[in-house]
Nanobody, 113 residues
Framework: VQLQASGGGLVQAGGSLRLSCAAS????????MGWYRQAPGKQRDMVAK???????SYADSVQGRFTISRDNAKNTVYLQMNSLKPEDTAVYYC????????WGQGTQVTVSS
């Protein structure tokens, strides 16, 4: 399984970014996909997950601001991030959640105040 994330960058507080993650090597439509993030000096935390049936879960810190979605025809999962805050600054990782877990390479998101 390979995961290729893109879409990170520098944005001002209150702005928006959309992350994309293209997957290959698995039957994507059956996969639980997610986004995690890791800020400097902190542990890697779950941001959002989306299940094969389309149901979703979010960390409390991003609920109402971030939206995870998937396009099974394109084997791609997205993370739309709105109303970004400086505390959202982190490296964001796409992940295929299962046994084993597969991680993408990470994409940097920096939110300036």
């Amino acid at each position: 399984v390979q995961l290729q994330a893109s879409g990170g960058g520098l944005v001002q507080a209150g702005g928006s970014l959309r992350l994309s993650c293209a997957a290959s090597g698995s039957i994507f439509r059956f996969d639980v996909m997610g986004w995690y993030r890791q800020a400097p000096g902190k542990q890697r935390d779950m941001v959002a997950k989306i299940y094969a049936d389309g149901s979703k879960s979010y960390a409390d810190s991003v609920q109402g601001r971030f939206t995870i979605s998937r396009d099974n025809a394109k084997n791609t999962v997205y993370l739309q991030m709105n109303s970004l805050k400086p505390e959202d600054t982190a490296v964001y990782y796409c992940v295929r959640i299962g046994q084993p877990i597969y991680w993408g390479q990470g994409t940097q998101v920096t939110v300036s105040s």
